[in-house]
């Protein structure tokens, strides 16, 4: 293919992009690797859901139908990997590389060479880890959050690559935050001053500072790992002196900033489109603000709500319980704040703010779960059941990734310069908002009645509601396959947008073509 | 629009009366039968009652909003964007709501967290995939492993009631009297847990967790293994009888006198020998409760994980290797030490079985004193 491509000469180099393979794998801009970012995204948020949906197949029925356990255990796994760390960060990096220069009239990320690179090495770390589940003895069977020793001494041989491929999503994130931070102090236009960014800019300065500080805790965490696994170290094994809770902590001190990773730059999001929508500005910017670096700085104090039975001392539990409480908070400042910001406004429903409204009360009932499992003496029955697994995926679906559905549709037309499907749109919508509820809101009682989390065969007064709930675990994978189409028929072609095509939008984005063109603000804009 | 409006309210609507009506059905959390599971019972609808009236005023101003204020009805957008009075409220209110809230949840913990005074304690070691329950103060001990028959997970028979969480030996408790749990493991990180008695503690290899229950109600209580350990991690439950406290000291003594005859029988074994044919079919029985999990029924494991024993120099190569392996398990791995879990004569059968099964034929038998000769020889 790269044969074809005619030779560029330095001149049309500026204006214009290559051709053929080399244009996506030699670029440096912005959009070109926003793009490969959601690509990305989305085909590994297809390979995780095909994992879902043999995991909901074998759970349709009690007994063992489809899969044995151990590749039941490698599915859980590598879905919740491949979810994480394939398809909801990348995606919101790639939001990230599209939308931050554009919104903070910079004409390209501060480190273009190093964005590149960060983008073009998750590739390979995912065909590792799918490679791994080929390798004899199968890939990592040992749960996302890979419990030593559970990881170490009892892993399949396959580890290494698992911990290889962490080490190096590792590697894309840091970059890609460091990118992220560098940019947004140094390249604002003239004028752009912190308290007038718009909230998704704010929300990714966080997050890349969350990121910054606990994805080396991860690199540690799958070192300690290696080591014990390969080289006779004892870090997590108590023959040797280790402790296997030890490993926890690490863990879940990188993990619970994470889920706050996952869900802030959500928050920017949502913060952009509901105001957009309701035509009135967002109501308490400056707390919005202040909430998110407090769920930010909270997020280093909790982790050890993941942990209440692993046997901490009472104080322990204590001192984790009331700060995980506290982040009820700043989230409910952001839930009021955006209520308050559709009230007297003049709301309008297309699908971007279909999918923010959505978000904002599904995400608060997954917040509301997350509350009734921070009380500690509750969440000795809710722990590893289902309860939690319909918590993380309304925090996560119905949050994170229904906010980065409500993004691509809102800014769809500036990416593409065309308008996508409305129609297409709203059936995409109400399949996935129908389908995700029968999916996840039946998994709180499977929880509250006693069915473990990670099992592949169950007791048989499970049997209905798990029917129910693989009825629309299916119905929602089927659903994302509109999206799909309607994405690749926005691209392809359909009614020409505006510069502006949302009435109510606000930002130095609009103010460009849409398309927009392959840069912009190569000459600053002066923001008043 | 108005559409989603009723769905959704209709939704949340029909929410409540379910969970209220769900206090005899498997909707919701048990009560359990102990004051601690009905505290925490208590706890957990009181949390989600708090939840569900500020999920109706949040979402009701919101869906007055969607209903209301929309551009189709021709209303112009306020333009107000800040109010220093309302932001305060709000962080506020819901501050108090969380303090009045960790006030009971914090009793309840300290109250759980006290496991001293006990009447009865019980050492429950997990490990890949069965539970171990040491009487500390009597000296009894045994296994409990999953019963459901094979065939039954595989859907060659029909499932019966209490699929996947019944197990050959239950643990037996006293009511009316404080137990305490002594947790720990022999592999990896388990997890015990009988909702009704509201205790899940983890079973931590190389350390020691405690937790406590009392139990009000005589019954059969039915748990599961609640941290995944592997493999057959939905295989691994939990059976807890309660017994008024006489018949619980009777069974102790029962128990006891027949461990001691089972000690003494096995003593008046190792002057006999077994016969291939008693060797070969109680091996098989033996082989399928405790090594065809891993090592798989049909002895050729699983490729790259548990290695197989058809044809492997283990099972056809020096017996005494091999009697050793089955005795003190292989450390680093996932092979257990069985001289604790099988008896001489199981452990004779199996090892007899697994070096004559599955085209191995040695012809080679091995009998309840040789394996007693390897024990012995280690120590």
């Known amino acids: 293919m790269s044969s074809v491509a005619e030779p560029v000469d330095g001149h049309e180099h500026h204006h214009g992009p290559a051709t053929g393979l080399k244009r996506w794998l030699f670029t440096t801009n912005h959009k070109d690797i926003g793009s490969l970012y959601l690509w990305f995204s989305f085909a590994m948020f297809l390979v995780g859901g095909a994992m879902a949906m043999v995991i909901r197949a074998e759970l349709f029925q009690p007994g063992l139908q489809l899969v044995d356990p151990n590749f039941f255990n490698q599915m859980t796994t590598v879905h919740g990997l491949i979810m994480v760390f394939g398809a909801v960060m990348p995606a919101f990096t790639g939001l990230a590389n599209w939308m931050i220069p554009m919104m903070i009239g910079a004409p390209d990320m501060a480190l273009p060479r190093m964005n590149n690179w960060s983008f073009w090495i998750l590739p390979f770390a995912f065909s590792m880890l799918l490679f791994s589940l080929f390798t004899e003895g199968g890939g990592p069977n040992f749960g996302w959050t890979f419990y030593a020793p559970l990881s170490t001494t009892y892993s399949p041989e396959s580890t290494a690559l698992f911990v290889f491929a962490v080490h190096i999503m590792g590697i894309s994130s840091i970059m890609g935050a460091i990118n992220v931070v560098v940019t947004i102090v140094n390249m604002r236009a003239p004028g752009m001053t912190w308290m007038k960014l718009p909230l998704f800019v704010w929300t990714w300065l966080i997050t890349a500072f969350l990121l910054i500080a606990v994805m080396p805790v991860l690199a540690g965490a799958v070192t300690m790992v290696l080591t014990d696994k390969y080289f006779g170290t004892s870090f997590f094994d108590a023959a040797g002196g280790g402790d296997p809770v030890m490993f926890q902590h690490i863990f879940w001190f990188f993990g619970h900033p994470e889920v706050y990773i996952m869900i802030l730059p959500a928050f920017g999001v949502v913060s952009a489109i509901i105001p957009a929508f309701s035509r009135k500005p967002l109501f308490g910017y400056a707390s919005m603000v202040y909430a998110t670096a407090s769920i930010a700085i909270l997020s280093f104090l909790v982790w050890a709500h993941h942990m209440f039975t692993t046997g901490m001392p009472l104080f322990g539990q204590l001192f984790f319980m009331y700060c995980t409480m506290l982040i009820a908070v700043p989230t409910g400042v952001k839930v009021f704040n955006w209520v308050a910001t559709m009230w007297r406004g003049a709301l309008t429903f297309e699908v971007p703010m279909l999918f923010a409204v959505a978000f904002v009360i599904l995400f608060t009932i997954g917040g509301f779960s997350g509350l009734m499992l921070a009380i500690t003496p509750v969440d000795f029955q809710y722990h590893d059941t289902y309860f939690v697994v319909a918590h993380f995926h309304y925090v996560l679906v119905t949050g994170a990734v229904f906010s980065i559905m409500a993004a691509v549709y809102y800014w769809l037309p500036k990416w593409t310069g065309h308008m996508y499907d409305e129609g297409l749109g709203k059936m995409h919508f109400w399949c996935s908002l129908i389908s995700v509820n029968v999916l996840f809101f039946p998994m709180h009682f499977l929880g509250l009645a006693g069915m473990p989390r990670r099992i592949p065969d169950y007791a048989l007064q499970f049997a209905d509601i798990n029917q129910i709930v693989s009825i629309g675990g299916f119905a929602f994978g089927l659903s994302q396959l509109i999206f799909l189409w309607l994405v690749i028929k926005c691209v392809r072609g359909g009614e020409a947008a505006a510069a502006k095509p949302w009435e109510g939008s606000e930002g130095l984005e609009w103010t460009v073509p849409s398309p927009a063109p392959y840069h912009t603000f190569t000459t600053p804009p002066e923001v008043k | ?379």
Not at chain 2, 19 to 30: D, G, Q, R, S, V
Not at chain 2, 46 to 61: H, K
Request: aromatic share 8%; proline share 4%.
């Open chain 2, 1 to 379: 629009m108005l559409r989603t409006a009723t769905r959704l309210t209709a939704g949340v609507g029909a929410l409540l009366p379910l969970i209220t009506a769900a206090a005899e059905t498997p909707l919701n959390m048990t009560k359990g039968v102990t004051a601690v599971s009905q505290d925490v019972y208590q706890l957990h609808m009181t949390i989600f009652y708090i939840c569900c009236v500020i999920g109706l005023i949040v979402f009701g101003v919101m869906f007055w909003s969607i209903i209301h204020h929309r551009k189709s009805k021709g209303v112009k957008p306020a333009q107000f964007h800040e109010s220093t009075k309302v932001e305060i409220f709000w962080t506020a209110v819901p501050l108090l709501i969380l303090i009045g809230m960790a006030i009971p949840a914090t009793q309840v913990l300290m109250n759980m967290d006290d496991t001293s005074e006990a009447d009865v304690t019980v050492l429950v070691t997990g490990s890949q995939w069965k539970w171990h329950y040491k009487y500390i103060d009597d000296d009894v001990e045994y296994y409990s492993l999953l019963a459901t028959p094979r065939a039954e997970i595989e859907n060659k028979l029909a499932k019966t009631d209490n699929y996947l969480l019944e197990v050959d030996r239950p643990l037996v408790l006293p009511i009316g009297k404080k137990v305490r749990f002594l947790m720990t493991s022999d592999d990896v990180i388990h997890s015990w847990w009988v909702p009704e008695f509201a205790v899940k503690k983890d079973a931590n290899p190389g350390f020691i967790n405690e937790a406590w229950t009392r139990i009000d109600e005589p019954g059969t209580y039915r748990g599961q293994c609640a941290e995944l350990c592997g493999k057959d991690h939905g295989f691994m439950p939990i059976v807890v009888i309660a017994k008024p406290d006489t018949e619980y000291r009777a069974w102790l003594t029962n128990l006891k006198a027949e461990q001691a005859q089972a000690k003494a029988e096995e003593q008046k074994l190792l002057a006999m020998s077994m016969s291939m044919e008693e060797l070969m079919a109680e091996g098989e029985k033996v082989y399928l409760a405790a090594c065809a999990a891993c090592h798989q029924p049909n002895g050729e494991g699983l490729k790259g994980v548990f290695p197989g024993l058809k044809g492997s120099p283990l099972t056809i190569g020096d017996i005494n290797g091999h009697i050793d392996i089955v005795i003190h398990g292989k450390k680093g791995t996932a092979m257990q030490a069985f001289d604790k879990q099988l008896s001489l004569r199981e452990l004779a059968a199996v090892i007899t079985y697994e070096r004559n099964a599955w085209g191995n034929d040695t012809g080679q038998m091995v009998q309840p004193k040789d394996v007693d000769a390897r024990i012995k020889s280690a120590i």
